[in-house]
């Protein structure tokens, strides 16, 4: 595993991998163990999007490695200018040791793991986002004491959450259930991969989708860069793609609910339901920061 691109690329095994190695950093952390592995090891950070767990995760995380965290905003690089993406994976390949990007098409994250040579890792794209899910099944894994037989319902729209839940899910061994409207559905590549598990489910029904489930998933009808959407969106969702009560009644009555977060209360989810599952929604949040270490070790420690 030379990047973290999108959970496409990796296989079950790296995934679990990576997911024992975020367990023992964690515990590693909560003991007071410290674990100075990317000593003189410098991680740039570009951000073209906002961002707060992601930020502020890898950045702790990589001080906590005993690494240097460099934030790169988008506005001030030369690259918000124009500068090809191809040149600066080459430039930085020359200054640092990997590289994490939150920005908008999928192409420029592959793009700088192509010219450059150094690890990239995606820290979010309109496609995916592949640090959140590892930590979303390290945070399953921990409740749920592992993934077999379990069923994994996610609600809303198909965005780069539901892109990485349902690859993240199926890869680990998880039956997935997806309720989105038509014409939101999760990316063609995804379904395409999805195709080839029988326990893979696609419907526009939420309480179909969530019948039985064991964890339940929603996210933001309109992501970062669809903005100009929102009132759209909000007319196509509303009402209908939500986690509330009705849905948690149809779950198994131990289901356990995740949300990326940012959450908009009483749009993919009520105040009470977050508020009754707040423990494992801000464990999930925790996690991001001993998920990412995992993979920051992973790829850059010697
Ligand atoms: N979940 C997540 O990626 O949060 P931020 O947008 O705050 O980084
Ligand atoms: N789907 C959301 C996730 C935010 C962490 C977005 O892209 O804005």
Request: hydrophobic share 25%; net charge neutral; glycine share 18%.
């Given at each position: 595993m030379k990047h973290l691109l999108k959970l496409l690329d990796l296989t079950k095994e790296e995934i679990i991998e990576l997911l024992d190695l975020a367990d023992k950093l964690k515990y590693e952390s909560k003991n007071g163990i410290e674990h100075?592995?990317?000593?003189?090891k410098t991680l740039g950070m570009i951000f073209q999007k906002s961002s707060t767990r992601t930020r502020v995760s890898f950045e702790t995380g990589m001080y906590q490695l005993g690494g240097y965290p460099l934030f790169l905003s988008s506005n001030d690089l030369q690259i918000g200018r124009g500068e090809p993406v191809q040149d600066t994976a080459r430039v930085l390949s020359r200054y640092i040791d990997g590289i994490m990007i939150r920005t908008f098409e999928q192409k420029e994250v592959e793009d700088l793991a192509e010219y450059g040579s150094i690890p990239i890792i995606n820290g979010l794209t309109d496609f995916c986002h592949p640090c959140q899910v590892l930590a979303d099944l390290q945070t399953i894994r921990e409740y749920k004491?592992?993934?077999?037989g379990l069923k994994m319902c996610y609600i809303g729209d198909g965005n780069n959450m539901a892109n990485s839940l349902i690859v993240g899910g199926l890869k680990v061994g998880m039956k997935v259930s997806v309720a989105c409207p038509e014409e939101y559905e999760p990316a063609k590549e995804v379904l395409d991969f999805a195709?080839?598990?029988?326990c893979f489910e696609l419907t526009t029904d939420p309480k179909q989708a969530a019948k039985d489930a064991d964890i339940l998933f929603t996210d933001v009808w309109a992501s970062m860069g669809q903005e100009e959407e929102s009132v759209k969106r909000r007319t196509v969702f509303?009402?209908?793609?939500q986690i509330n009560d009705e849905i948690m009644a149809v779950a198994k009555p131990d289901a356990m609910v995740q949300h990326c977060l940012p959450a908009h209360r009483g749009e993919e989810i009520t105040e009470a339901v977050l508020e009754a599952h707040a423990n494992e929604i801000f464990d999930e949040a925790e996690n991001r920061l001993h998920a990412q270490k995992a993979v920051l070790v992973k790829l850059m420690a010697d």
């Open positions: 100075p592995i990317l000593k003189g004491t592992g993934f077999d195709k080839q598990y029988d509303q009402g209908v793609y």
